[in-house]
């Protein structure tokens, strides 16, 4: 084998040279041909041969990554060294009470609290908290700051004493935009710098982020994915990540959308195709002779719905579109040193040399049609023509509605009625052209003297200022305007559920006659009861499909042939007098959009407005805890903390807490959104003096475990089979067959020293990187998990908080084994784990009749063995570091 160090060649740019690591010199070592690897296993090469000269990582781990075939490998474990952590507030406020805990751990043991200190880069990006309260109205963005800051001034109090405390920690304040596009616009930098021993090392930019949407970053070719606070706080601590040698599908772009076609209807096609291939937990990266002819924002667009698509990454090579993006959004210095770099080290895309895959799925942009994705899953898409049929045989030729008064308008709310019309989330936003084509349809619509009906709550959230800036240039904010999508803020609003409350004549409308009500926004995610708990039918749709609807004011349309309204003369206006040609469209991005436009933007990033410069925070380097506080508590992880490591412990005589089917999300297990004030979380809240329209949302009080823990398994719509078919929170409690809150049951089985475990089906944990998912179910005595199949996130979730995840083997699950969910279960062979090894479980009905079968462990790693066994991550690297 030769020496990695003849792989250190320098790159020089302007006049200064940078170490690089030529990952092509290692031909001709390994079997393997590092020439033909995927790109992002190039990345991992790269990551792997650096970090073993900086004496960080054992070299086995590129042995492994380079035992990767095209044609079939082993699934080995391999670590990587992300460049920085990217955070939003809803997980990034939990994450930071746990280091705020680690410290406190530390001088109780003894030692100084800075040895708890990030080792890397962390950008947090504060995005989730606004809420969508004031809309259709001037002046709705300053009224839904302002009470943004109101309810959540002690968070923030908290991130700017964390800010002032942590060593490389930034914080980006509120009303500043989402942290992906954020991270797109500003912080990517396609290639990046560090000093090591005195020596400048040039390489490619990579991260994790605490928000499953992290990979729209790999449209820049940028290795990035989502994981769970749990985990980017190891990585932060300077924990190398662990992770299975993955599978990498490439997938082939060809041909050309068709006139009409969005970057939305383009990701869409692809969320319900891959879902149908099965890439989960696989990287998928894009390829082909229509490569270059996505811009970079419809890159972003596809990247950015990676997690709805199951796959881990959705990358795009390095080429001169992404050398364009950097130049058009500012960054000319970055874009030189991207150019030098991955040139000189040959991670410049290269249409002529087509890597290796374990499988390439063909994609013809030709074949994709306008189109949404609902009414509950983002991989369910429906050709638009099809919507009509849709909704009809969901109302089931039953479709009920009543009149209302709005304003002093009389109006008819029913069944496929739109309440929420929303242009919102990071998946469009980014991209101007359905942004500037949402503009001009409002334009047209306005001219043709059409409005919206009064009970449709229109917002605007774009992801960035910079979007602002572009539609008043272009003279379309007014427009927009006009037809009720005023600016309501810069966050992520109504995909996360904080689309705020709806007018109080359409709430009692759709509650009283039990409506099925739609809300369509250009988000990512539709999960039941996400964006709004009274609306149950949602819609991903383009920014411009958005506005269409919301003049229509129903689902149950067909836009092909049906008008939209009519103009005060009576004359019908149907689709395609509104939609605009992709040439105007084009037109108004060349005239409107600089670079200027977005170092305008970001010029002042971190400095805040006068909200955040008026709150005032704590100094020092232990957090000082208030215990009446219902935001931030002190969490539990390190009550019980020794340098020690556990004993092996056992699973026996344990109870089913929850039995639940497929596709469960992390909205199911830890809701986001309102807090129902007859639920455990509303009652605990009610009865710290804290009134209902004060709850603010579960994912604001994301700080405070005793809120967290009530309200885990506390989606109102979740369905458990130990309910008697009843939705929501409850379950039964086991021998007394009581019905109970699942709170409620998990302490009284605590009470009686019961571990618990949950039953699923397949795709356990889809959605959102929710930390508090797999916190929750440890903090109600969950011990393990039995499902048919795992969402990677919540997978290495679980593991990181030391619940034990186990897969029936094939063909097995609950219903072919018998399983109803009242036998209790143990566990053999708990103290000999293996990764990827199987244990035995023993499940004793009411009968006395047992059930023996066996389950695989999905501990994918030596490391996550290692993890599983010091119960979780966090008083595993705590230990590690003060044991240095």
Not at 542 to 562: K, W
Request: charged content about 20%; aromatic content about 8%; proline content about 6%.
């Amino acid at each position: 084998m030769i020496s990695l160090d003849s792989l250190i060649q320098d790159v020089v740019v302007d006049g200064r040279p940078y170490a690089a690591v030529h990952v092509d010199g290692l031909a001709g070592v390994y079997s393997a041909t590092p020439s033909r690897l995927p790109y992002s296993l190039k990345i991992l090469a790269e990551n792997m041969v650096r970090n073993i000269l900086w004496g960080r990582l054992a070299p086995e781990n590129l042995t492994r990554l380079l035992s990767w075939r095209a044609e079939g490998f082993s699934a080995v474990g391999i670590s990587f060294y992300p460049a920085r952590v990217l955070m939003q507030d809803f997980t990034g406020v939990p994450a930071l009470c746990d280091l705020a805990a680690m410290r406190d751990a530390a001088v109780k043991a003894g030692f100084p609290a800075e040895r708890v200190n990030p080792e890397v880069p962390v950008d947090l990006i504060i995005d989730h908290s606004v809420q969508v309260d004031f809309f259709g109205m001037k002046g709705a963005l300053e009224k839904n700051v302002g009470l943004e800051f109101d309810r959540n001034r002690e968070r923030y109090a908290f991130l700017k004493w964390a800010q002032k405390s942590f060593d490389n920690l930034k914080i980006v304040p509120p009303n500043s935009g989402i942290c992906h596009q954020i991270n797109l616009e500003k912080l990517g930098t396609v290639a990046a710098t560090a000093t090591r021993d005195g020596r400048a090392w040039a390489f490619l930019d990579s991260l994790v982020g605490t928000d499953s949407h992290t990979p729209m970053i790999n449209a820049l070719g940028t290795l990035g994915w989502g994981v769970g606070g749990i985990e980017a706080e190891a990585v932060m601590m300077g924990q190398p990540l662990s992770m299975r040698l993955p599978s990498v599908t490439g997938v082939r772009i060809c041909g050309a959308p068709a006139k009409g076609v969005t970057a939305t209807d383009v990701v869409l096609f692809i969320t319900e195709r891959l879902r149908r291939e099965v890439v989960v937990e696989q990287f998928v990266e894009y390829f082909g002779p229509s490569l270059s002819e996505l811009s970079l924002p419809d890159r972003a667009t596809i990247a950015n719905m990676t997690p709805e698509n199951g796959a881990t990454v959705g990358l795009f090579p390095v080429d001169e579109v992404t050398l364009g993006y950097l130049k058009a959004t500012g960054r000319d210095d970055a874009a030189r040193f991207a150019e030098a770099y991955t040139k000189e080290t040959a991670l410049f895309h290269d249409p002529a040399s087509e890597p290796s895959y374990n499988r390439i799925i063909e994609l013809d942009l030709s074949a994709i049609t306008p189109s949404v994705a609902g009414p509950s899953r983002p991989q369910d898409r429906i050709p638009l023509p099809k919507l009509k049929p849709a909704m009809e045989a969901a109302f089931d030729g039953r479709k009920k509605g009543r009149s209302i008064s709005m304003g002093g308008t009389l109006c008819r709310v029913e069944d496929g009625s739109v309440v929420i019309a929303a242009i919102t989330s990071c998946t469009n936003t980014s991209n101007p052209h359905v942004m500037l084509g949402a503009g001009l349809i409002a334009k047209n619509a306005a001219a043709f003297g059409l409005s919206v009906p009064p009970f449709v709550k229109t917002s605007l959230a774009p992801g960035s200022r910079a979007v602002v800036k572009y539609l008043e240039d272009a003279g379309l904010l007014a427009p927009l305007e006009q037809l009720g999508f005023h600016l309501a803020g810069f966050g992520c609003t109504t995909c996360i559920g904080n689309s705020g409350p709806l007018p109080p004549e359409v709430a009692h409308v759709v509650e009283e006659e039990n409506l099925n009500v739609a809300a369509v926004l250009s988000g990512n995610r539709n999960f039941e009861a996400r964006v709004h708990q009274k609306v149950r039918s949602n819609f991903l749709a383009s920014p411009m499909l958005v506005v269409l609807f919301a003049l229509a004011g129903r689902t149950d349309i067909d836009f092909m042939h049906e008008h939209i309204g009519c103009t005060p003369e009576g004359k019908e206006i149907f689709m395609a007098d509104l939609w605009p040609s992709r040439e105007e469209i084009e037109a108004v991005v060349n005239r409107c959009i600089t670079p200027d436009t977005f170092t305008a933007t970001y010029a002042s990033l971190y400095d805040g407005d006068e909200h955040w410069q008026a709150i005032a925070s704590g100094a020092g380097l232990t957090f000082d805890w208030d215990t009446d506080s219902t935001y931030i508590r002190k969490p539990p992880f390190f009550d019980d903390f020794s340098l020690a490591l556990p004993t092996p412990d056992t699973i026996t005589g344990a109870r089913v807490l929850a039995k639940l089917g497929d596709s469960v999300t992390t909205d199911h297990i830890s809701p986001a959104g309102a807090i129902p004030p007859a639920y455990p979380a509303g009652a605990y809240l009610t009865g710290k003096g804290v009134p209902p329209d004060q709850y603010n949302s579960y994912g604001s009080r994301r700080g405070n475990h005793e809120v967290m823990m009530r309200g885990t398994f506390g989606n109102i719509r979740i369905k458990n089979e130990l309910a008697h078919g009843r939705e929501g929170a409850y379950t039964t409690l086991f021998p007394e067959h009581d019905e109970a809150f699942i709170f409620d049951a998990a302490q009284a089985y605590e009470k009686r020293h019961t571990p618990l475990v949950i039953l699923a089906g397949t795709e356990y944990g889809t959605g959102s990187s929710r930390d508090w998912a797999a916190k929750g179910s440890l903090l109600l005595g969950v011990r393990a998990v039995i499902a048919q199949s795992f969402e990677r996130i919540h997978r290495s979730n679980l593991v990181g908080m030391g619940v034990l995840p186990l897969e029936f083997l094939a063909d097995e699950s609950a219903r072919t084994l018998n399983l109803n969910g009242t036998e209790s279960f143990s566990l053999s062979g708990l103290d000999t784990l293996e990764a990827g090894g199987t244990l035995s479980v023993r499940a004793q009905k009411e009968s006395g009749q047992a059930i023996l079968f066996g389950v695989k462990v999905r501990l994918d790693t030596a490391k996550e063995v290692e993890t599983y066994r010091h119960g979780g991550i966090l008083p595993m690297v705590l230990r590690e570091l003060l044991q240095k």
